[in-house]
């Protein structure tokens, strides 16, 4: 694995994680407030169409945000599309390569055991409204794909996708879950000029974040509530992934604790909740 870059200068904020080419280790627990997730960039384009890694004692996921590659896994070769995903075991020898360009997103977590191999297709999970819904009311609708959720077997891995109508909010109302889940958000697909912000505090009067976020920034969320807005005209996108604290246990999707005063009805978030956990 190669070196993690140096800790940006905001404390859990990493700004332009998509600023290069091959593979970079953004985020992992060396150089962040992170227990156990990390988060890597994988850019390949004509000059630079390969990648490897081993994932040592960490289950891995892959989700192709643009372009089509080849993953190999242990010599098994599988294809990945825009918006596909797959799930990596642990101990697992990994080549990715492109004959034109790519961009995928990388998140991994430390585990004890080893889950199966696991293709998610963009196409399968369009047709489940467990996994590709609509949630929201007027002010903070949004578009959430649940990509490696409830639909696979892992230890502690969950992650997906949320687009927000422009102007709108996300994560709303606010919510937290900080006994069984620490989050990353990734920014993407966001051309110029759009920007959002986005909150993380335990206590409104002392946040720990405000801060514009652009495409390619990424933002940690040990603990606390943490919505975000889109500025209008403009959507917001972002990957969030999770890791459980408890192996299995904890892996849980939408078990969250809402903001008290803004408990006025559903999160928004119950089709993604039934069954998150799926026992092996």
């Not at 997730?37 to 945000?65: F, H, K, Q, V, W």
């Not at 502690?156 to 606010?174: E, K, M």
């Amino acid at each position: 694995m190669s070196a993690p870059i140096s800790t940006a200068t905001e404390k859990n904020i990493f700004r332009k994680t998509n600023a290069h080419t091959g593979r970079r280790v953004c985020i992992s627990p060396k150089n962040s407030s992170m227990s156990h997730l990390a988060y890597s960039r994988i850019i390949l384009n004509g000059a630079n169409p390969t990648e490897s890694l081993s994932t040592g004692d960490r289950e891995t996921g892959l989700i192709c945000l643009s372009g089509e590659v080849t993953v190999s896994v242990d010599s098994k070769d599988i294809a990945l599309a825009q918006r596909d995903a797959i799930y990596i075991p642990r101990d697992s020898t990994v080549k990715i390569t492109t004959k034109t360009s790519a961009d995928l997103a990388e998140f991994s977590c430390d585990v004890a055991n080893r889950y199966p191999l696991q293709v998610v297709r963009a196409s399968e999970i369009a047709k489940d409204a467990g996994l590709q819904f609509t949630t929201g009311t007027p002010g903070c609708i949004r578009h959430l794909q649940m990509l490696l959720a409830k639909n696979i077997q892992a230890g502690r891995l969950i992650a997906g996708i949320t687009q927000a109508d422009p102007g709108n909010w996300t994560s709303w109302p606010p919510h937290e879950h900080a006994a069984l889940l620490e989050e990353i958000y990734v920014y993407f697909d966001m051309p110029e000029p759009a920007y959002g912000i986005q909150l993380v505090y335990s206590d409104t009067q002392n946040p720990e974040i405000v801060t514009i976020v652009r495409d390619g920034d990424a933002v940690l969320i040990p603990s606390g509530y943490h919505p975000n807005v889109s500025v209008p005209g403009h959507r917001i996108c972002f990957l969030w992934a999770m890791a459980a604290h408890r192996e299995v246990e904890d892996r849980q999707f939408g078990v969250v604790n809402v903001q008290p005063g803004f408990k006025q009805g559903p999160t928004g978030l119950e089709a993604g909740r039934a069954n998150s956990r799926r026992d092996s």
